[in-house]
């Protein structure tokens, strides 16, 4: 007898877990969303925002977090009035000049060389020719500050990489290079 109902409630319960099975229509979901999304255009307009095409833009005059303007443009004149006017904002006690070799050494010395004489890796195997030495060109503070934060020639811009504190950094360590040239 006891066998019987045991074989009788596992019936059961198979026939109670089969039978919400439904082949053709799932289980109910909690949020369909989440497993049907709604497939949208890359770069469509949407109607998230109040004009319906881009999203909400900043203030006019605002300058993003950790951001600092920069008053020369990337022109020859600028730079020309870089190269007489601008200084460096950094005294003697915020230079670290083992962090400004440190990020030189990183960023610059694979085309410069760690002398500043213009013989890096790159120009050795010569990837990259005309790579002048400090010694031969009439640089400033300002000057190495503006080619640092736009590039010049076939040189690009480390504004991305470089803070602008850093980028003073190396412009110290570019200084007593040339001195020492």
């Known amino acids: ?31 369909p969303n989440m497993y049907e999304s709604v497939a949208y255009e890359t770069y469509s307009q949407s109607g998230a925002f109040k004009n319906g095409k881009e999203g909400q833009l900043p203030a006019k005059g605002s300058i993003p977090r950790g951001f600092e303007p920069y008053a020369y443009e990337n022109s020859t004149a600028g730079y020309e009035l870089a190269k007489a006017n601008l200084k460096s904002p950094l005294d003697s006690t915020k230079i670290d000049s083992k962090k400004g070799t440190e990020l030189f050494n990183i960023y610059c010395a694979i ?71």
């Open 1 to 31: 007898m006891k066998a019987l109902y045991k074989i009788v409630a596992l019936v059961g319960v198979s026939v109670v877990t089969t039978s919400c099975f439904n082949k053709s229509k799932p289980n109910y979901q909690f949020f």
């Open 111 to 181: 085309c410069h060389g760690e002398a500043g004489d213009g013989k890096g890796k790159l120009v050795k195997r010569e990837k990259f020719l005309g790579v002048p030495s400090y010694a031969d060109r009439p640089i400033t503070e300002g000057s190495v500050f503006h080619v640092i934060t736009y590039g010049l020639n076939s040189m690009g811009s480390h504004a991305n990489q470089l803070s602008q504190e850093e980028r003073w950094q190396v412009v110290d360590h570019v200084m007593k290079l040339k001195a020492g040239l």
